[in-house]
């Protein structure tokens, strides 16, 4: 039997209208593979680009439908899916507006539980799931996906956590069939890690993810030892890549403030694009080609490198958490999440390392960017927005010089 739920929306329409102007009612997609039709001897491309209402973008029939024997089953998308977009556009506004100081500890589980899922819905996402689990057969692959529902959190928990605003830029992000982007500049387009379905994982430690809250504002997730160390091989695992296990967040890390250039909001645009498995969409026309008026389209060089990264003054070493409970109990974290009895939950090298590295990032950051911070966070119990002065930013050139010059 069926439910008539056919038409199933992997990017929920409400999430699309976010990436919509004022009054607008439908805008503008582009198909980047769009299909060859045969007709005979005539053989054409059908039209790449259309100006469609959210309900037909970003939908395919029968995408949640499990099938068992003669009978159809849509329990998926009624419930699963349905739970969690029904609070989607809440969490989603939280973080969208988010201004320091402020902790919503519900707000912040539930929004990364949306945005595993999200990543993990898509046909991209499926397939994904499908193939690295050897799993052909459809119904096992939609049973999968719930159980592992929050496979991306603890990872993503212990990242960097930026969000930047378009506000400035005549460019608005747009948004693709698989919205949570990710992006290792070691890893372009036509590199293994991105053939197919395939995305670099989040673990690499040059992985960043991007996730377009709205037209203007995007939050932009970098493993911290990467943020440290910039340096090292951008296919180095992070430390304790372990994704299915408890983590810890602090609220006052959260780096806001950072206004884009147009240049950069291209970019990143150019980046959800490249990524995206077959669909774009954007309130204008010209924004879906980000190609045509970005400075520079060498993905490597994004930014000069680091087009994604997070204020590095913000960041400090340590990181350690001790937790008393009520009852007596007590909890420790690492700083990349091992408990006190797992190997790496002390590493006097790699700490000496970060040291060393993040001081010298964060002076080359002071003199490709200027004085001033390009963020602020909430730390000490305050909100910051820093800049250095004439003594720092000799310091910082200092620092350079046993390093060479900078990149």
């Not at 395939?198 to 911290?224: E, G, M, R, V």
């Amino acid at each position: 039997m069926s439910n008539g739920y056919k038409h199933n929306h992997y990017v929920p329409i409400w999430y699309q209208h976010r990436f919509m102007l004022p009054g607008q009612s439908r805008y503008h997609r582009l198909d980047l593979k769009p299909d060859t039709v045969t007709n005979g001897t005539h053989k054409w491309t059908r039209g790449d680009l259309h100006e469609w209402s959210p309900d037909k973008n970003f939908a395919e029939d029968d995408l949640y439908t499990t099938q068992w024997g003669q009978i159809t089953n849509t329990e998926i998308e009624r419930f699963f899916f349905g739970e969690v977009d029904a609070h989607g556009p809440k969490f989603l506004d939280y973080f969208t507006s988010f201004e320091h100081p402020s902790a919503d500890g519900p707000a912040f589980q539930n929004f990364l539980t949306y945005m595993s899922v999200q990543k993990l819905r898509t046909p991209k996402g499926l397939a994904y799931l499908a193939e690295g689990g050897g799993r052909s057969r459809k119904n096992m692959t939609l049973i999968v996906m719930q159980r592992i529902r929050n496979l991306y959190c603890a990872i993503w928990t212990e990242c960097v956590w930026q969000i930047v605003d378009a506000s400035a830029s005549p460019t608005k992000f747009i948004v693709s069939d698989h919205p949570v982007t990710v992006y290792n500049r070691a890893c372009p387009p036509l590199s293994k890690y991105c053939q197919g379905y395939q995305d670099p994982d989040i673990t690499l430690a040059a992985t960043h993810t991007i996730f377009p809250l709205s037209l203007d504002k995007a939050l932009i997730l970098t493993n911290l030892n990467w943020a440290r160390d910039p340096y090292q091989s951008e296919l180095k695992v992070r430390p304790n890549p372990d994704k299915m296990r408890d983590a810890i967040f602090n609220f006052t890390h959260i780096q806001t403030g950072r206004v884009l250039t147009e240049d950069e909001v291209l970019m990143i645009n150019l980046i959800i694009k490249r990524r995206a498995y077959r669909y774009i969409a954007a309130a204008k026309t010209e924004w879906l080609y980000p190609e045509r008026h970005v400075s520079s389209d060498h993905w490597k060089k994004f930014g000069g490198g680091y087009l994604l990264m997070p204020e590095p003054r913000l960041l400090h070493m340590g990181g350690e958490v001790f937790i008393g409970y009520k009852s007596g109990a007590k909890d420790a974290f690492g700083t990349y999440g091992h408990k006190p009895w797992q190997k790496g939950y002390k590493d006097e090298e790699r700490e000496r390392r970060e040291w060393e590295t993040l001081y010298r990032f964060q002076s080359e950051w002071a003199l490709l960017r200027g004085a001033r911070y390009t963020a602020e966070d909430y730390s000490f119990m305050r909100q910051h927005r820093g800049e250095d002065d004439d003594e720092d930013m000799a310091r910082h050139r200092e620092r350079l010089k046993k390093y060479g010059r900078i990149r």
